[in-house]
Every structure is written in structure tokens, then in C-alpha cells.
């Protein structure tokens, strides 16, 4: 039978704006005593903006990280007290200047469980309002409209290189192809 290690200390090593890590003692399930470095972050949203047209919203944003542009879906951390779907609506519309008057949960899932604490939310966001919130860091943000259609292919061929977008977009498109 699995038996889950048992933290025996924690060692708070950074804290920063949008992550802090920890160094977790732990006792692993055959007893040894072993170090887990643990990231942690907010739980966060993904949505699949879908418009009158069919076409799916992307946002291509310049990603620091990996030094390059790329194409995702809107998303974005939820704030202490708040709820994941009123996280939908402040993120859509700050990133690309709607509101969502339908939204649907599409699943979610951990984003590193190996060494990190972000759960992602992903939702399907319809019937469109133009709305725009200020936010910083948005400015930068480029709106693309793609034919639901067409996102196999810009999956395939790396267009779309993300974990979070590739995996709440093919979950929308098994969805919709049960349906």
C-alpha cells in the first residue's frame, strides 16, 4: 500500500511577488529522510475565449522567461478571497477587453506537481462584452482571432507552445466533440 511522505521540517527560502519557494524535510515512504524544494503560487485560471464567429481569442505576449513570444490563452492568478470564476471576468477583461456574460468549467489541473503548488482552472468563456479593465503589464498584449478549426494545426505545429493552452484548448475541443 502507497504511503505518503510525512514532512518533518520547512525551511522558507524566498519569497517573492509572484512565487515563493521552501525546502520541505520529508521522510519518504520507505523511511529514508530526503529535501523537497517546493515552489509555491497562487492557483490560477486558463480560459477559452470563444466569439459570435467561432474564433478563438489568443493573446501573444512577449514571455521573459523563455525569450520569446508567444500565443496562449487569457490567464491569470486569483487574487486572496477571490473566486475563480469573478478571476475569469477581472482577467478577460484587463488582458483583452471583454466580459464574459456565460462561463462554463471545463476541469482543471496541477500545472508542476513534482516540485510546484499551482492548480489551474480552466473554464470556457462566451457571449462577449467589450469591457476593458486597466491592469499593468497588459499593454504588451497583442488580441488574435483564430478559427476554432484551426487550433489543432497551430497546436501541432508549436504556433501554440504552452502547457496551460494546449491543454485547456484540447480540452474544449473533446468537449465540444461529445457534445
Known sequence: M???????????IYQGRAVNM???TV????GAETTREVVEHSDCVAV???DEQDNVLLARQFRHA????LLE??????DSGEEPVDTVCRELQEEIGYFPRRIERLGGFYTTPGYGTE???CFLATDLLSSRLVAEDTESIELLRVPSEQIPLLIMSG?????????????????????
Open 2 to 12: 502507497l504511503k505518503p511522505e510525512k514532512t518533518l521540517a520547512t525551511q522558507q
Open 22 to 24: 521552501r525546502v520541505d
Open 27 to 30: 521522510e519518504n515512504a520507505g
Open 48 to 50: 477559452v475565449v470563444i
Open 66 to 69: 523563455v525569450g520569446k513570444f
Open 73 to 78: 490563452i487569457p490567464a491569470g492568478g486569483i
Open 119 to 121: 492548480y489551474l482552472h
Open 159 to 179: 504556433e501554440i507552445c504552452d502547457a496551460k493552452s494546449i491543454a485547456a484548448l484540447l480540452l474544449f475541443l473533446f468537449i465540444r466533440q461529445g457534445k
